[in-house]
């Protein structure tokens, strides 16, 4: 859970969220799970609550997507363990971002949007309804149903994908952010994983991320039921930057690239390569989650800044 970030766009969705935080009890719960996952007597016996109040308030949060339950064997039946998703919240308020920040230009890329690719087994793709294709078959990757695509994997090599390049005439990207949920790739999951991401922009390597692992201990809060319950589950939502200081990811400095190195304004699109090197240290591969799967409600996202030349 360490590190997972519930980003709120949705209207509906911060509405839910702010009134399952808008109870000192509910908090209190939120508190406990800080440190280990618990049964409901657990909970109840820490924060000195009735067990029927506290599993009324534990369902709250689970519909808030705050937390997850699973029935677990215990030492006299089944034991209902409560486990918290998230450690931050990040709040997008509503309003119209176009008139708040004209010189802000966003783009949502599906996952299946790709235009380039070259994988290796174990691979696959799956929209929210089912398999697209066969399993580690990297002809699925050419299934015309690939754009539909709700999460796919590869153990090495990468996708790419190419952006509308809509900077106005005269001006000059001053900071660019790509953004999605991500991890490593093995063969059902594991937990410690480790794989070196690498992100490239314009056919320039930004930088290097080695994610932990390939993440299934949890279910992912929005996996279709039919997904398997042994398989990935959920990523992590990463953020990268490039400013004229240099390229960063969620805030802390990884490389000298700069916006310069980019050429940004020299051409009508902006192409995105994420993948794993051959030489890495660590070659453990790269699942992509799109909207409809995993944590996170978003595909990738690239939004950037510009400002006018005088």
Sequence with gaps: MKGNIMELKDEEQIIDVLKALGSESRMKIIEVLQNEDMNLNQISEFINMPASSVTVNIKKLENAGLIETEYKPGNHGSQKICSLNYDKILINLPGNRELKDKNLIETSMPIGNYKDFSVNPTCGLASEKAVIGE????????????????????????????????????????????????????????????????????????????????????????????????????????????????????????????????????????????????????????????????????????????????
Aim: aromatic share 14%.
């Design 135 to 310: 399993l580690d078959d990297v002809k699925s990757f050419l299934n015309p149903e690939h754009i539909h695509a709700q999460i796919l994997w590869f153990g090495s090599g990468y996708v790419k994908y190419v952006f509308p390049n809509n900077l106005p005439k005269n001006s000059q990207a001053t900071k660019l952010e790509l953004s999605m949920e991500i991890c490593s790739e093995t063969s059902d999951y594991n937990e410690d994983w480790p794989s070196d991401i690498s992100i490239w922009i314009n056919g320039v390597e930004i930088g290097v991320w080695t994610s932990p692992g390939d993440f299934g201990e949890k279910r992912g809060i929005l996996n279709p039921d039919w997904w398997y319950f042994d398989q990935t589950q959920h990523g992590l939502l990463k953020i990268w930057q490039v400013t004229n200081e240099g390229s960063f990811i969620d805030g802390n400095q990884i490389s000298d690239i700069t916006l310069a190195d980019l050429n940004i304004e020299k051409e009508d699109f902006i192409d995105v390569k994420i993948g794993v090197k051959d030489d890495a240290r660590n070659v453990g591969g790269v699942n992509l989650f799109g909207r409809k799967f995993g944590n996170y409600r978003q595909d990738i996202m690239l939004r950037y800044r510009y400002k006018f030349n005088d």
